[in-house]
């Protein structure tokens, strides 16, 4: 345990930030994982709307720093290429 004042007062603050991090991280990795789990069942009206909730959340995250925007970038890019292309395939088949 720390003993200098500023010290303990770092680790109050650290916990705070944590938690409200924490929110942010954990609603992002729950739109994506509810929005891919959508499109492989078929589901894609829903898919989209779930995306779309999944992209607001992780650019709320980038903005206020506790995601990094290349991070954020990389993961809209990579749920949208899955989406688009099960989109693709129900029209062609």
């Not at 891919?36 to 589901?43: H, V």
Request: glycine fraction near 6%; charged fraction near 30%; hydrophobic fraction near 35%.
């Amino acid at each position: 345990m720390a003993n200098i004042k500023s010290a303990i007062k770092r680790i109050r603050q650290n916990g705070k930030k944590l938690n409200r991090n924490q929110q942010f991280r954990s609603a992002a990795h729950t739109h994506i994982k509810k929005a891919r789990r959508l499109i492989d069942e078929g589901k894609l009206k829903e898919a989209q709307e779930t995306a779309q909730q999944a992209i607001i959340t992780l650019d709320k995250a980038a903005v206020k720093g506790i995601l990094h925007p290349n991070n954020v970038a990389r993961r809209k890019s990579r749920l949208m290429k899955r989406l688009n292309k099960a989109l693709q395939e129900q029209q062609g088949g």
